[in-house]
């Protein structure tokens, strides 16, 4: 498999800013993702090229660290866009996008969308195969979490 690809989308019961300030706030991915365990860094902003690193497990997989870089942020589209990685040094790399639209009753409509791109033989063979199915469940696990979390 060369790439993979897919999107889930859900809706929020907070305005969009509100949504957007909580899944750029680095330091809370953990209370809304549950694949991330810890933040180990995080960048001065996210700017374009700021990078943050999280620790990241998920079942069937050991845990890993992931380090992720800003691509785009634009806090007046609600679009927020960034590369990830494994930090090992694999080139294998998943680009996420972020995309928030109000609804008619103030709330948000959250679609998260990715294109993962394995480089490695075993990245492609296996290991993009687990992730693709696996992505699907966790991307609408993290947007029902964002609705507890934003509300609370």
């Not at 929020?12 to 991915?29: E, G, N, Q, W, Y």
């Not at 960048?43 to 374009?48: C, E, K, V, W, Y």
């Not at 990830?84 to 996008?97: A, L």
């Not at 993009?128 to 609370?152: D, P, Y």
Request: charged fraction near 25%.
């Amino acid at each position: 498999m060369d790439h993979f690809e897919g999107t889930a989308s859900g809706h929020i019961s907070a305005p969009p800013h509100k949504v957007f300030a909580l899944i750029t706030d680095i330091d809370r991915l953990p209370e809304w993702n549950s694949c991330i365990r810890a933040v180990v860094e995080k960048p001065a902003s996210l700017t374009p090229g700021g990078e943050w690193l999280v620790k990241i497990r998920v079942p069937g997989l050991p845990p890993w660290t992931s380090r992720s870089r800003v691509e785009e942020y634009d806090a007046e589209r609600l679009r927020f866009t960034y590369r990830s990685r494994s930090d090992d040094g694999n080139p294998s790399y998943i680009v996420w996008t972020w995309a928030l639209r109000p609804d008619e009753g103030g709330g948000t409509v959250a679609t998260v969308g990715w294109k993962g791109s394995p480089k490695t033989f075993w990245r492609r063979v296996i290991f993009s195969h687990i992730r693709k199915r696996q992505l699907e469940n966790e991307v609408t696990e993290s947007i029902a979490s964002l609705e507890r979390v934003v509300g609370a």
